[in-house]
């Protein structure tokens, strides 16, 4: 089972709420994190890696926050998972992003168990297509996903100058 971590949660949270706002406005990491009663420290990390990407802009000070610095139909899940959580696999074995499938062995990706294993070209065939599944879904149709805020109960993703 693909299990996300918090941090790709949180991502995908504050992009959503960075894409709702009017272009140009910035948002602060405390105003995420105060409508979704997140961790601040914790969501400014994240916020950190999402800048370090190239995914948001920030501007300092005290009127200071983020904007959106790339078009989210541009960036694929698989691209943003592996931004935020490094090599993603439904087994180790097979994470390898750089291996085409085919070339991967118990030299260059292994486990105590692969010079037995007669499951990991299933593996990594199953491997293969979830990337391609996920390669296909855009930040763009993720976030554009309702979110319940805790200050703002009614936010729900439509975005100015956006059909819904």
Do not use: W
Request: hydrophobic letters at 35%; one cysteine or more.
């Amino acid at each position: 089972m693909l299990k996300l971590n918090r941090t790709t949660e949180y991502g995908l949270m504050a992009l959503s709420y960075i894409r709702g706002k009017a272009s140009g406005e910035l948002t602060s990491a405390r105003e995420i994190a105060t409508n979704f009663d997140l961790p601040f420290e914790i969501l400014a990390k994240t916020l950190q890696r999402l800048k370090e990407q190239g995914l948001i802009t920030s501007t300092y000070g005290t009127r200071g926050g983020y904007v959106l610095s790339k078009d989210l139909t541009k960036i694929n899940l698989l691209d943003f998972l592996r931004v935020m959580e490094g090599p993603v696999g439904v087994v180790s074995c097979v994470t390898t992003t750089s291996i085409p499938s085919e070339a991967r062995n118990a030299e260059n990706n292994c486990c105590e168990y692969s010079g037995s294993c007669s499951i990991r070209p299933i593996m990594s065939h199953l491997n293969d297509r979830m990337y391609e599944f996920m390669s296909r879904i855009s930040l763009d149709e993720l976030t554009r996903v309702p979110l319940k805020s805790k200050t703002v109960p009614e936010f729900t993703a439509e975005y100015i100058g956006e059909e819904p």
